[in-house]
């Protein structure tokens, strides 16, 4: 069993930056791919990035390529979402989430979730 639990959400204008943390418990945190997904009112939840178990490797969405970020330190059990040049259209609630899997963006493949933190950006 994984908890998860986002932090760091918040207001921000357009061109701001926001750094999005998510915590674990548990000690098998480094056997789990980390990912962060987003939903905006009245739409699906969407793929935002992943990273692996090691760090080695991650994808982001296009939408967000060149402005966001992940990473993860696995000493403490965290996984981050580095947000930059923030739009409008960013504005949604965040959720991280775990895989056994290598990678994936099919949130259906992830097997433990945190209760979201919400990002709102104005123009």
């Known amino acids: 069993q994984v908890q998860l639990v986002e932090s760091g959400g918040g207001l921000v204008q357009a061109g701001g930056s926001l750094r999005l943390s998510c915590a674990a418990s548990?000690?098998?945190?480094?056997?789990?791919?980390m990912g962060w997904f987003r939903q905006a009112p009245g739409k699906e939840r969407e793929f935002v990035a992943v990273?692996?178990?090691?760090?080695?490797?991650?994808v982001h969405a296009d939408s967000v390529k060149g402005r966001f970020t992940i990473s993860r330190d696995n000493a403490k059990n965290t996984v981050y979402l580095q947000m930059n040049s923030l739009k409008p259209e960013d504005t949604a609630v965040y959720y991280c989430?775990?895989?056994?899997?290598?990678?994936?963006?099919?949130?259906?493949?992830?097997?433990?979730w945190g209760q979201g933190t919400q990002v709102t950006v104005s123009s």
């Open positions: 548990g000690r098998t945190f480094s056997s789990y791919a």
């Open positions: 989430a775990a895989t056994r899997l290598y990678y994936s963006t099919g949130p259906t493949d992830y097997d433990y």
């Open positions: 990273i692996s178990r090691s760090g080695g490797s991650t």
